[in-house]
């Protein structure tokens, strides 16, 4: 019922900085929170950086000062601008979003994923 589509990984050399876009579409009423996480081979799922309807922020100490998350309200779209990117940072990111729907019914959903990889 709701979908979430991701935009914008790809290949970036350390340092460099890449922008991630989600955009939620669906019979959305109002959207709680969005966020991202990512999941690098090997490893659990981990939280990257998450923004409320109060547009407050939170962020994995990993990339505290190089990430910024925001969100675009009247597009149900969140960002994620990342700088000073790590080698470490290459992973699946992955969208997610909560809120709820029209029918007043709750969602909870993720995208599909986009790949980022930092190499040289």
């Known amino acids: 019922q709701v979908q979430l589509v991701e935009s914008g990984g790809g290949l970036v050399q350390p340092g460099g900085s890449l922008k991630l876009s989600c955009a939620a579409s669906?019979?959305?009423?109002?959207?709680?929170?969005m966020g991202w996480y990512r999941q690098a081979p090997g490893k659990q799922r981990e939280l990257v950086a998450v923004?409320?309807?109060?547009?407050?922020?939170e962020y994995a100490d990993s990339v505290k000062g190089r990430f910024t998350i925001s969100r675009e309200s009247a597009k149900n779209t969140v960002l994620l601008q990342m700088n000073s990117v790590q080698p470490e940072d290459t992973a699946v990111y992955f969208c997610s979003g909560k809120g709820r729907l029209t029918t007043c019914s709750v969602f909870a959903s993720w995208g599909q994923g986009t790949q980022v990889n930092v190499a040289s």
């Open positions: 669906g019979r959305i009423s109002v959207v709680d929170a």
């Open positions: 923004v409320a309807s109060d547009e407050s922020a």
